[in-house]
């Protein structure tokens, strides 16, 4: 008897947890990003609309605090109306699933963080139209922590 209660229990408790999962991905609200797909491009267009660009070093299928902050940064309305008037966008993602990026893009990645003397991820760096680095940040921290470090950026660009 112990057991069949105790199965039901478990059983409960699966599809519960299941259901409530279900309706906090719901909720979220993702919001898309101009994201620049090349990072030449990214200098250029700097350079034209006078703003920096934030280089976002990331491993999107692995790093799990990545994906903490591309859910809790990335994808805010706060996080999209700055980006969206101050900033220009590029991901330097070095994922495990090497399919997920072209060659071509992954070594100019690898040469990026090089550069950049990138050894973490998430890793934020912010270079002026010549790629000179003029902000970073690394590892996950809180996200409002973010906010005044961008915006400084903005202001002495």
Not at 53 to 75: A, E, M, Q, R
Not at 100 to 108: G, Q
């Amino acid at each position: 008897m112990k057991k069949i209660v105790l199965f039901f229990v478990v059983c409960f408790l699966v599809v519960f947890n299941s259901n409530a999962q279900e309706q906090i991905e719901e909720s979220v609200e993702y919001h898309s990003l101009n994201w620049v797909t090349s990072y030449k491009v990214a200098l250029k267009k700097s350079k034209k609309e006078k703003k920096p660009v934030l280089i976002y070093f990331t491993g999107s299928d692995w790093c799990g605090p990545c994906k903490v902050l591309d859910k809790n940064l990335f994808h805010t309305d706060k996080f999209k109306a700055i980006a969206d008037k101050d900033l220009i966008l590029y991901e330097a993602d070095t994922p495990r699933n090497k399919d997920i990026v072209s060659p071509e893009k992954l070594e100019i990645t690898n040469d990026l963080k090089r550069k950049y003397k990138v050894r973490s991820f998430p890793t934020l760096v912010f270079v002026n139209h010549k790629g000179k680095m003029i902000g970073y940040k690394k590892g996950l921290i809180l996200t409002e922590y973010y906010y005044p470090f961008i915006q400084s950026v903005i202001e002495n660009y």
